[in-house]
């Protein structure tokens, strides 16, 4: 759309997409990002040179989104993990996460029912599902926690869903929002039916790699959104104020005192940091985004010898994930060198620890050295591996982590339905649309779309 500009906040990957597909309209755009890096969550460094992603650490793939890797010319490229074994500390010591089991919960009995995860009483339990499938037949919503315990017991949730989802999530299963957090789980919630038995029926096939990164890690994926498109990038500035102008336009305000003037904007930011700035121009739209919680974590890399990292078995596989009844500061770890093939060839292994959960300080109470200290003790005595780090990084990401708890689908919509009076006013990103790169590129791409069809219909006006 020649002759009409836009204004981006936000330079994550839900940003980039929607700067990406609004420049490809002939829109012109300007690109706002408080830091002086692109990427947002996605942020690969470099630890003896080998790439690290301290951020997010792969892309889920899709009809949709290989269809974008494949304009970004990413495809060909792309690395899938290998498979290997993933722990899951239990209090029966470490097991392998069993085969049909998802972030929300098992899909078939009969793995977790041979993994040793469960007691006697636990198990018997879990059987049950199908006979407690209905119990939240129509309802709204449900927490995750109370849905899994509903229907397999309450060992299922605190054994496999809290360390799994909860740790993905670095949240509170018992208040994460099934709808928004484990979505392929809505039209159970809604009919009734066993989570089992319609494994069996529909069971799926198999389409390729699930995961992928690339050989100079997952920025290699912003980098690309940026390629091709001509963009105005103002990094290391920060939007304050969000105005709408007499003559229907919008201006944005920059903390370096800048006004910018669009027609259409997009706010791929949190909802903490987009909410000041709808105070003014849609107070309802702020206030249906205010309460959201959000998490403080952080990631430490670390590099090991080689040899000594393969004689311990548990590093052999992929990952380990931990319960949060542990009271373990240590929430998930991965083995990078065994997971991803462009990483085994160095003489370093690299391992990546994950600690922080909303609602805890401890991240914030230690220092690096401290951190570092503490998650490798809790390395240690899940694993048997005590060996001392030869070289680490440690990324923090404070209040980042978007909190999709009870409520957050009817926030969320009450949201947009507030800015539907101004349809060229948009918002993209994680807080809104589900975590994840994939989420986050799916929401820029209809946050573009969504604004692009406002200024036609606007055009078309007479």
């Given at each position: 759309m020649p002759g009409h500009s836009a204004v981006v906040v936000g330079g994550g990957v839900a940003g980039l997409t929607a700067a990406r597909r609004l420049a490809q309209q002939g829109l012109s755009v300007t690109l706002v990002e408080g830091s002086?890096?692109?990427?947002?969550?996605?942020?690969?460094?470099?630890?003896?040179?080998?790439p690290v992603d301290v951020g997010a650490e792969a892309l889920v793939t899709s009809p949709s989104t290989t269809a974008l890797l494949a304009e970004l010319r990413l495809v060909d490229?792309?690395?899938?993990?290998?498979?290997?074994?993933?722990?899951l500390a239990t209090p029966r010591g470490l097991r392998r996460l069993p085969a049909g089991v998802g972030p929300a919960g098992p899909s078939r009995l009969r793995p977790v029912v041979s993994s040793g995860i469960l007691s006697a009483r636990g198990v018997g339990r879990a059987a049950l599902e199908p006979f407690t499938a209905r119990r939240h037949r129509g309802m709204a919503d449900v927490s995750v926690g109370e849905f899994v315990t509903g229907r397999f017991g309450r060992?299922?949730?605190?054994?496999?869903?809290?360390?799994?989802?909860?740790?993905?999530?670095?949240?509170d299963i018992d208040r994460?929002?099934?709808?928004?957090?484990?979505?392929?789980?809505?039209?159970?919630?809604?009919?009734?039916?066993?989570?089992?038995?319609?494994?069996?029926?529909?069971?799926p096939r198999a389409a390729g790699p699930r995961l992928?990164?690339?050989?100079?890690?997952?920025?290699?994926?912003?980098?690309?959104?940026?390629?091709?498109v001509d963009l105005d990038l103002?990094?290391?500035?920060?939007a304050t104020e969000v105005t709408r102008s007499p003559g229907g336009r919008y201006a944005v305000r920059l903390a370096s005192g800048e006004a910018l003037d669009a027609?259409?904007?997009?706010?791929?930011?949190?909802?903490?940091?987009?909410?000041?700035?709808?105070?003014?121009?849609?107070?309802?739209?702020?206030?249906?985004?205010?309460?959201?919680?959000?998490?403080?974590?952080?990631?430490?890399?670390?590099?090991?010898?080689?040899?000594?990292?393969?004689?311990?078995?548990?590093?052999?596989?992929?990952?380990?994930?931990?319960?949060?009844?542990?009271?373990?500061?240590?929430?998930?770890?991965?083995f990078l060198s065994t997971k991803w093939p462009h990483l085994a060839s160095s003489?370093?292994?690299?391992?990546?620890?994950?600690?922080?959960?909303?609602?805890?300080?401890?991240?914030?109470?230690?220092?690096?050295d401290e951190l570092t200290a503490a998650l490798m003790a809790d390395l240690a005595a899940l694993t048997g591996f005590d060996t001392a780090p030869l070289r680490t990084v440690v990324h923090r990401w404070r209040e980042t982590v978007a909190q999709h708890e009870l409520g957050h689908p009817e926030r969320v919509r009450a949201a947009r339905s507030a800015l539907a009076e101004h349809p060229a006013l948009v918002l993209a990103g994680a807080s809104y649309d589900g975590g994840g790169v994939a989420g986050c590129l799916r929401s820029g791409e209809a946050a573009a779309r969504s604004a692009v069809e406002s200024l036609t219909e606007e055009v078309a006006a007479p």
């Open positions: 002086r890096r692109l990427g947002g969550q996605v942020h690969t460094t470099w630890l003896d040179g080998l490229t792309s690395i899938a993990p290998r498979t290997g074994a993933t722990w060992e299922v949730a605190d054994r496999i869903v809290d360390p799994l989802l909860g740790g993905i999530a670095s949240g994460l929002s099934l709808r928004a957090c484990a979505p392929q789980l809505a039209p159970l919630l809604d009919s009734g039916r066993s989570v089992a038995v319609r494994a069996v029926l529909h069971r992928v990164t690339w050989a100079r890690g997952l920025a290699s994926l912003p980098m690309a959104l940026m390629d091709g103002r990094l290391g500035d920060r027609d259409a904007v997009v706010l791929a930011v949190s909802s903490a940091v987009a909410q000041p700035l709808l105070r003014d121009v849609v107070p309802a739209a702020a206030q249906a985004l205010s309460g959201a919680r959000f998490a403080t974590v952080a990631t430490l890399v670390a590099a090991f010898p080689r040899s000594e990292a393969l004689a311990c078995p548990v590093l052999a596989g992929t990952g380990l994930m931990v319960p949060s009844s542990t009271g373990r500061l240590l929430k998930a770890a991965t003489d370093l292994f690299l391992g990546r620890l994950s600690a922080g959960r909303v609602g805890a300080s401890t991240v914030d109470s230690l220092n690096d």
